[in-house]
């Protein structure tokens, strides 16, 4: 905590806003897994399956505080692919420190990561995937775009997330990760 607080000071003569991000990857691919579902009573549902394991990696950050929220969709979860999306994030917050928090992933804590000089990045502990709010985010994306639907082709994939992610206004957003400990730390009575 120490380091993060020194890393916060070094930038004090900023003129723009400190924002707190979540980060985190998802994988979203042609393999699906059958999910509850409503049908009339006395049949089964029929619900189509695919096991062709092709995936594409949305990465993402969001700020339970504004509501805002950055998404890009990569091939691969990797360094390369991490580094572009923190100059993504950069760009589109490029008047601004962004603290992002993310995981132990070895790509998050890569020596060949390339920080932009207005990104933070601090980890969670290992083992708490609950205290980072865009895994919820991952989970309402699955459930509006990808409950029991099979795609022809990875590029369908990729369609079906994009037009998910856009569909996440920022009322959702800020309902699914403005967890009271996170607002009640930023936000003074």
């Known amino acids: 905590m120490k380091e993060l607080q020194a890393e916060i000071h070094d930038h004090s003569g900023h003129d723009g806003k400190v924002r707190l991000m979540f980060q985190d990857e998802a ?16 049949t089964c549902p029929s619900v189509p399956c695919h096991h062709i394991r092709k995936y594409r990696y949305a990465y993402g950050a969001v700020e339970p505080l504004t ?19 923190l100059r993504e994030l950069s760009n589109q917050f ?9 995981d132990g992933t070895a ?11 207005n990104i933070v990045l601090f980890y969670i502990p290992p083992y708490t995937t609950e205290m980072n709010p865009i895994e919820q985010i991952w989970k309402e994306i699955r459930k509006l775009g990808f409950k029991n639907e099979v795609f022809i082709s ?14 996440l206004l920022p009322e959702i957003i800020s309902h699914i990760t403005g967890r009271p400990w996170i607002l009640n730390a930023f936000i003074s009575d």
Request: proline share 6%; hydrophobic share 40%; with cysteine.
């Open 27 to 42: 994988g979203f691919g042609r393999i699906n897994e059958p999910k509850y579902c409503w049908c009339e009573k006395g």
């Open 67 to 85: 509501d805002e929220s950055c998404f890009l969709i990569m091939p691969y979860c990797n360094t390369v692919c991490m580094n572009l999306f």
């Open 94 to 102: 490029p008047d601004d420190i962004v603290l992002l928090c993310c």
């Open 107 to 117: 790509w998050h804590k890569s020596k060949m990561l390339d920080i932009p000089e």
């Open 154 to 167: 990875l590029d369908k994939v990729v369609d079906c997330l994009c037009l998910t992610i856009f569909s």
